[in-house]
């Protein structure tokens, strides 16, 4: 049985072969053609894990070779009839350990190619490339012209004060000298709430002019940016939603001629430099005098256009002294102190200095429409 081990070559000599074959009667041809068959089928077994196609077409080939309908192992199944009985079993269990690493390989085979494609594919990456650009989104035209003014007025001193929108009578109309038959009282003009009518949506920031007032001792130097509501139908013109900012100024001495000053500070900086103001006489329950506030149109600068409508004025809110009521109903010494106080619309001056003609495009949110504007006013 000696020679019956693994490696017979090595035991392939003439001497022990004609000991063996006088002893066990095995033909040396015989034995010898086995091995051939057992070497070749090593062989291929070596080749198969030493395959290293490279490329999709040698990829394939080794597939057709080792695994396709017509592959190289199957024949060797049937040689298994040269094989001696004792080395049957061994032999079957070669070839099929062949069968089986050439599927492994087969598998270990594809996937490199699929990982040496994949990183093909990010080698391809150029990263000097230019950079896709990204929807960084900007402000709404409403922010960016409330920003500008809230800025404008910080720059000389006033401080920003910001409170509800549901409001209630005394604050929004009573302590602001407003009588209780005065139309902006009206369920026409003002949204109460319905389940409690002593509420209402503001409709001025003056209501935090109010509260301002109640909360702090003069000196007061503040502006009130915020939105209000009035019930307007709705049209290219009015909204039932819109901002606000107002501005207060109480101290001692505080004359008409102050808030001249700071509106003509306030139309230069947000208009430009040749912008002249003019107050026109006009009435508000909480200011007297009053004046509505006009600026030189700063689109035509005076030759007239459609958005002055060829007047070479255009208005942008309202103002005046605070009238001694409203002091004394916060508790402010009205024989001591004197203020003024303006208003103005954020969506009348975005619409002035964008040329927006119809109001209802600033609350419609259509992204086309908002990302025209940059914070460069
Ligand atoms: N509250 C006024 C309005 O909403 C604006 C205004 C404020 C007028 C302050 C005069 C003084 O129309």
């Given at each position: ?195 409690d009518t002593e509420k209402l949506l503001r409709t001025h920031t003056s209501s935090v ?169």
């Open positions: 049985m000696l020679l019956i081990g693994k490696d017979v070559t090595f035991a392939i000599q003439a001497e022990q072969i004609l000991i063996c074959s006088a002893c066990f009667k095995i033909n040396i041809e015989t034995l010898i053609m086995a091995q051939e068959i057992f070497d070749k089928v090593n062989n291929i077994l070596t080749e198969i894990k030493n395959a290293q196609p490279s490329g999709a077409e040698e990829l394939e080939q080794f597939r057709i070779k080792y695994l396709g309908a017509k592959n190289i192992l199957k024949p060797l199944f049937g040689e298994i009839r040269n094989i001696p009985n004792e080395r049957k079993k061994e032999f079957g269990q070669l070839v099929n350990s062949v069968k089986q690493t050439a599927e492994a390989r087969w598998e270990a085979l594809k996937n490199q190619a699929a990982d040496a494609e994949e990183s093909a594919e990010a080698n391809q990456l150029d990263v000097t490339a230019p950079g896709e650009p990204l929807d960084i989104g900007s402000r709404h035209p409403v922010s960016i012209v409330m920003n500008r003014i809230v800025e404008t007025f910080s720059r000389i001193g006033f401080t920003v004060a910001q409170d509800r929108e549901i409001e209630d009578d005394w604050h929004n109309f009573t302590a602001l000298n407003t009588p209780e038959d005065h139309p902006a009282r009206d369920m026409q003009d003002t949204y109460y709430l319905l389940h002019q109010i509260r301002t007032m109640e909360q702090q001792k003069p000196p007061i130097r503040a502006i009130f940016p915020g939105r209000v509501y009035r019930n307007e139908t709705i049209s290219a013109r009015a909204h039932c939603q819109f901002h606000q900012v107002e501005g207060l100024y109480i101290d001692e001495n505080v004359s008409f001629a102050d808030l001249k000053q700071t509106i003509e500070y306030f139309a230069k900086e947000m208009f430009g430099h040749n912008t002249k103001i003019r107050l026109r006489p006009s009435f508000f329950p909480f200011t007297e005098p009053s004046a509505e506030v006009d600026i030189s149109c700063f689109i035509c600068g005076g030759d007239g256009c459609n958005v002055c409508k060829y007047t070479s004025w255009v208005e942008i809110g309202g103002c005046g002294m605070v009238d001694p009521n409203v002091l004394e109903n916060c508790g402010i010494d009205a024989q001591k102190y004197t203020g003024f106080a303006f208003g103005m619309g954020v969506e009348r001056i975005a619409m002035l200095k964008y040329r927006i003609n119809d109001i209802r495009l600033l609350f419609e949110n259509d992204v086309r429409f908002l990302k025209q504007f940059t914070s460069a006013l």
